[in-house]
T-cell receptor, first 112, second 110 residues
Framework: NAGVTQTPKFQVLKTGQSMTLQCAQDMNHNSMYWYRQDPGMGLRLIYYSASEGTTDKGEVPNGYNVSRLNKREFSLRLESAAPSQTSVYFC???????????FGEGSRLTVL | QKEVEQNSGPLSVPEGAIASLNCTYSDRGSQSFFWYRQYSGKSPELIMFIYSNGDKEDGRFTAQLNKASQYVSLLIRDSQPSDSATYLCAVNNSWGKLQFGAGTQVVVTP
């Protein structure tokens, strides 16, 4: 029972490079989220998808794009990475937008 | 002013004692409240949620909510070394957006 799976777990990028973080859930959840976590800042919402076919901006969307590929998969893309995007990224899912989230293991991204 | 505020700690608690964690929020229309536990290097996991004023108990954990004071707390009774973690308060505000606090680090000392 995998739950929420994120790949890759670690990535080092150079400034200006692009990459996509992949997320998949097998719990038949409707809502999916991307958060970033920085020391002292807590979790901040980047983008979310309340249901298949919809996406909305969260608190810190600049520099990111997302795709809800189907009900299971929600990807996060950095088109031109910046050092300010160095962070730990968490994907999460929930049945509906209630706050009862299930998180993936996280992806640690370093931008040099 | 942050929407959800927590004391960052660390909160040092002797083994077997009660750990008391506090969280305040700014949106008076917030309806649901959550406590997540996050071990170092791991992802957050939901341990408690509360929707109504008063206390809610689950094993050694008790969540307390006072909407008039815009205050939610988490008590951990009979604290164990395995309770050493960062505890994140999350609030679903009146816009339906989940806001997280920065977390309180708890250290249980044997």
């Amino acid at each position: 029972n995998a739950g929420v799976t994120q790949t890759p777990k670690f990535q080092v990028l150079k400034t200006g490079q692009s990459m996509t973080l992949q997320c998949a859930q097998d719990m038949n959840h409707n809502s999916m989220y991307w958060y970033r976590q920085d020391p002292g800042m807590g979790l901040r919402l980047i983008y979310y998808s309340a249901s298949e076919g919809t996406t909305d901006k969260g608190e810190v969307p600049n520099g990111y794009n997302v795709s809800r590929l189907n009900k299971r998969e929600f990807s996060l893309r950095l088109e031109s990475a910046a050092p300010s995007q160095t962070s730990v990224y968490f994907c999460a899912s929930s049945v509906t937008n209630t706050g009862e989230l299930f998180f993936g293991e996280g992806s640690r991204l370093t931008v040099l | 002013q942050k929407e959800v505020e927590q004391n960052s700690g660390p909160l040092s608690v002797p083994e077997g004692a009660i750990a008391s964690l506090n969280c305040t929020y700014s949106d008076r229309g917030s309806q649901s409240f959550f406590w997540y536990r996050q071990y170092s290097g791991k992802s957050p996991e939901l341990i408690m949620f509360i929707y109504s004023n008063g206390d809610k108990e689950d094993g050694r954990f008790t969540a307390q909510l006072n909407k008039a004071s815009q205050y939610v707390s988490l008590l951990i009774r009979d604290s164990q070394p395995s309770d050493s973690a960062t505890y994140l308060c999350a609030v679903n505000n009146s816009w339906g957006k989940l806001q997280f606090g920065a977390g309180t680090q708890v250290v249980v000392t044997p």
